[in-house]
């Protein structure tokens, strides 16, 4: 595997299930990062890890929340999500957080909530 | 609140033209710039970064800075069907706290006809 990986693709999921997506980074990279990518919309950052330490948490509301077990590897857990939550879900890494390490992004997962 | 503002298009060229993308940005200080290509229903790629004025080139992509008019743009010249694409400006750097975090706008969608 190369580059940032994403699984799964796709998920369905109603709004009292709980899910996992997983991110995995092949690079080398130390920093990861969590977008929202909705209809019309800019990409939203949602969280940012440095070195495995969370940095930023853009106000996102708390049934989603973030794991990051190591510099390689960013879950985010879900549950009791709402129809609103339904978007693309994309993981990138960088070196490291500055202002010029290029980002580098996953596939992404899209997310249908029912 | 940092902004970046792109024309959403459509932009429609004819293969083998140039195609040009603009892009302006709120905050002054802003340090870094980047293009990504989105593909519909895919993930953004990053295809050029550019940090001082001027213009900075590979292959048919040339990205143009200039930081006194806070503008920035993306020329693809040669056009191609395959160029067909959502382009997305990112900006980093700037006033206030957590300036590593990058800003996207919306996109310009780019159509280039056979």
């Known amino acids: 595997e190369t580059g940032v990986t994403q699984t799964p693709r796709h998920l369905v999921m109603g709004m009292t299930n709980k899910k996992s997506l997983k991110c995995e980074q092949h690079l080398g990279h130390n920093a990861m990062y969590w977008y929202k990518q909705s209809a019309k919309k800019p990409l939203e950052l949602m969280f940012v890890?440095?070195?495995?330490?969370?940095?930023e948490n853009n106000s996102v509301p708390s049934r989603f929340s973030p794991e990051c077990p190591n510099s390689s590897h960013l879950f985010l857990h879900l549950h009791t999500l709402q129809p609103e939550d339904s978007a693309l879900y994309l993981c990138?890494?960088?070196?490291?957080?500055?202002?010029?390490?290029?980002?580098?992004f996953g596939p992404g997962t899209r997310l249908t909530v029912t | 609140q940092k902004e970046v503002e792109q024309n959403s298009g459509p932009l429609s060229v004819p293969e083998g033209a140039i195609a040009s993308l603009n892009c302006t940005y709120s905050d002054r200080v802003s340090q870094s710039f980047f293009w990504y290509r989105q593909y519909s229903g895919k993930s953004p790629e990053l295809i050029m970064s550019i940090y001082s004025n001027g213009d900075k080139e590979d292959g048919r992509f040339t990205a143009q800075l200039n930081k006194a008019s806070q503008y920035v743009s993306l020329l693809i010249r040669d056009s191609q069907p395959s160029d067909s694409a959502t382009y997305l400006c990112a900006v980093t750097g700037g006033s206030g706290g957590s300036n590593y975090k990058l800003t996207f706008g919306k996109g310009t969608l780019l159509t280039v006809n056979p």
């Open positions: 990138a890494s960088s070196l490291s957080t500055g202002l010029s390490y290029e980002q580098y």
């Open positions: 890890y440095n070195f495995k330490e969370q940095t």
